[in-house]
Nanobody
Framework: QVQLVESGGGLVQPGGSLRLSCAAT????????MGWYRQAPGKQREVVAY???????NYADSVKGRFTVSRDSAKNMMFLQMNSLKPEDTAVYYC?????????WGPGTQVTVSS
């Protein structure tokens, strides 16, 4: 039903920044908690940040102070500003509802942090 598309990934050096976008085909951000997830090769998918319908946010300890999640409900979009990137941030990043992923996974966007 609802489709999600992530974009904005790329190759950056350690310490660099990227801004990821999540676009939905219909309005969902006002009634769902939305999260950013990532999955590195050989590792489990993990949540790194989420934002509630009231726009409160939370972050995994590994990204706290470096990442910022935001949304624009009118445009059916969510964003993840990623600063001070580290090699361990390398992963495919996805968006979905939180804590349960209730929408079919989108294509994700690759983030590679390497010197």
């Amino acid at each position: 039903q609802v489709q999600l598309v992530e974009s904005g990934g790329g190759l950056v050096q350690p310490g660099g920044s990227l801004r990821l976008s999540c676009a939905a085909t219909r309005s969902i951000f006002s009634i769902n908690v939305m999260g950013w997830y990532r999955q590195a090769p050989g590792k489990q998918r993990e949540v790194v940040a989420y934002i509630t319908s009231g726009a409160s946010t939370n972050y995994a300890d590994s990204v706290k102070g470096r990442f910022t999640v935001s949304r624009d409900s009118a445009k059916n979009m969510m964003f993840l500003q990623m600063n001070s990137l580290k090699p361990e941030d390398t992963a495919v990043y996805y968006c979905n509802t939180y804590p349960m992923a209730r929408i079919s996974w989108g294509p994700g966007t690759q983030v590679t942090v390497s010197s």
